[in-house]
């Protein structure tokens, strides 16, 4: 992804002045909505931190959410290859869809199940990269290969014990234990959980 650094990026003179905005929620990747603006927009939503458009049909600049509180907080801003067409990561508060759905494409945004592994691979990778006091992520690096991986020997262990038992609870909350301890390996290693993914793809091929 290019990230936007400054507006003096951005070729306004393709569309007289504007450029389009696809907007997309950060944590489940759908798209929300298409927008445009103009580098006075631009320059507001990097003020502000809420997405703010140039409105074609009110003629003036727009913060999505003014009137009805449905904001979109930016994560992150990105620029095509082009340097014309923006993509925006936002947090939406509530509906984005002035009809009240959850995009403008009459679609539902929620993330599935599934999805929250790679959030959880990116808070750990942010915990090995930052090392906070404290945190028991933190410690594990600390210790090292040997203390992480007898952990997750443990959590493999009382995951069996859990299945053998048919003490489903228990199955569940040790396998949550095991998966988060492999991904704490995964990252000292060097890797990431979608390592894993791919090598199951080439085996399902």
């Known amino acids: 992804m290019k990230e936007l650094k400054n507006i003096s990026q951005v070729d306004f003179n393709k569309m007289d002045g ?28 990097q003020e502000i931190g809420k997405v703010t458009f140039f409105s074609r049909t009110k003629d003036r600049l727009w913060t999505k959410g ?25 947090n939406p508060v509530g509906p984005v869809c002035h009809k009240g759905t959850d995009t403008c494409f009459d679609e539902s945004n929620s993330a599935s199940e599934i999805q929250f592994l ?7 990778d942010k915990r090995k990269a930052e090392m906070p006091e404290g945190s028991y992520t933190t410690s594990l690096f600390q210790k090292g290969t040997r203390k992480i991986t007898q952990k997750v020997g443990e959590e493999a262990v009382e995951t069996i014990i ?12 040790e396998a949550g234990d095991l998966l988060y301890h492999l991904i704490v390996l995964l990252a000292h290693k060097g890797y990431r959980i979608e390592d894993i993914v791919r090598e199951l793809k080439k085996r399902h091929k």
């Open 162 to 173: 859990g299945a053998m038992a048919n003490d489903d609870e228990n199955l569940i909350y």
């Open 118 to 124: 790679s959030y959880l691979q990116d808070f750990i």
């Open 18 to 45: 504007l450029v389009p905005a696809i907007i997309q929620d950060a944590e489940t990747q759908m798209v929300l909505m298409l927008g445009f603006m103009n580098k006075e927009a631009l320059a507001k939503t």
């Open 66 to 90: 003014e009137e009805s509180g449905n904001f979109m907080n930016v994560v992150s801003m990105a620029i095509d290859c082009d340097n014309d067409t923006l993509l925006i990561k936002v």
